[in-house]
């Protein structure tokens, strides 16, 4: 099981989540020394710890994981990675930072763990046909016109949950948590070119579902 | 350049910078091709919309106490039981 390294995966830091991009001399969450007693082995902090920052690290992982069953077992293995690795957690990032990275790693274990399939196939030529299709009426105007913005990150949402795990992984990882290509292969442990071929992947799939779901209808 | 060699590039372009001859070969298909255009502004909704879902500030429901129990009964035995070769014990 790894246990977080403190230099990968940090919070998105975009303005809706308002996590600073650069570390703070301490945590401000840690005004009660919660790390100090959580090294220390007091029953108290782990409590304290997985009710503060449990429901944020569950929402993380199911953003990789969407049936809960899975999510949940991510949140296990954060926290008993938590404990194990507490001990060695020197404050170089935010204790929130760590955690995200512990629950994000956790979940992409997971996600290891069950993808022994092979790569899912792509179908190139429906995609191919889908992105031929597509014109200047496509579902771009639709979401414009038709939908309120929440309607349309609900929908967004909901395909990408349909898609495959390493698709929505991938998506995940560069779209929210804002990872380059290079910084994907490695924490997926593949190659670069692999890294990218499944986000083009993941991108294509998802444009075709959007455009099955949103283009509206030429029957007379 | 068709629209079977931009489309590659669109995607391409998303992810990392294109190089300064395949950016210049694919802004000069885009002036002419509105599909293309629709692919490119397609991906870019999408991605934008799938960030903003993502990150929306609606706070996340407490943790129900079976669960709480659970996580914590958990860590306590892995602390009294850290398994050889994992993280250092303070
Ligand atoms: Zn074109």
């Known amino acids: 099981m790894s246990t977080p390294d403190e230099s990968r995966v940090a919070p998105p830091s975009g303005p809706a989540h308002g996590v600073p991009t650069s570390p703070p001399a301490g945590d401000p969450r840690d005004a009660d020394g919660l790390v100090a007693r959580l090294q220390r082995g007091d029953d108290a902090a782990f409590e304290t710890l997985v009710r503060m920052h449990g429901p944020r690290m569950l929402a993380v992982a199911r953003r990789y994981l969407p049936q809960d069953a899975d999510a949940q077992d991510a949140l296990q293995d954060a926290f008993v990675n938590v404990a194990r690795a507490i001990g060695g957690f020197e404050g170089a990032s935010r204790l929130e930072t760590w955690l995200h990275r512990i629950v994000v790693n956790a979940a992409l274990m997971k996600l290891r763990a069950r993808s022994r399939r092979p790569e899912v196939s792509v179908d190139e030529e429906a995609l191919a046909r889908i992105e031929r299709s597509r014109g200047p009426s496509g579902w771009s105007s639709t979401a414009d016109e038709a939908l309120s913005r929440r309607e349309l990150e609900e929908i967004v949402r909901d395909e990408v949950a349909r898609l495959p795990d390493d698709y929505r992984a991938v998506l995940v990882l560069r779209d929210v948590e804002g990872l380059g290509v290079d910084e994907i292969a490695a924490l997926l442990d593949v190659g670069a070119a692999a890294a990218k071929m499944r986000l083009q992947h993941a991108r294509r799939m998802l444009r075709a579902a959007l455009g099955a779901r949103l283009t509206p209808s030429e029957a007379p | ?90």
């Open chain 2, 1 to 90: 350049m068709h629209c079977r060699d931009a489309l590659p590039l669109v995607l391409a372009g998303l992810d990392a910078p294109l190089d300064a001859a395949r950016q210049r070969d694919l802004d000069a298909h885009l002036l002419v091709c509105a599909d293309c255009v629709e692919a490119l502004r397609e991906h870019v909704l999408a991605r934008e919309a799938f960030r903003d879902a993502s990150l929306a500030t609606a706070p996340e429901p407490p943790l129900p106490e079976a669960v709480v129990r659970d996580l914590v009964a958990r860590m306590r035995a892995a602390r009294a039981a850290p398994p050889a070769g994992g993280a250092r014990s303070a």
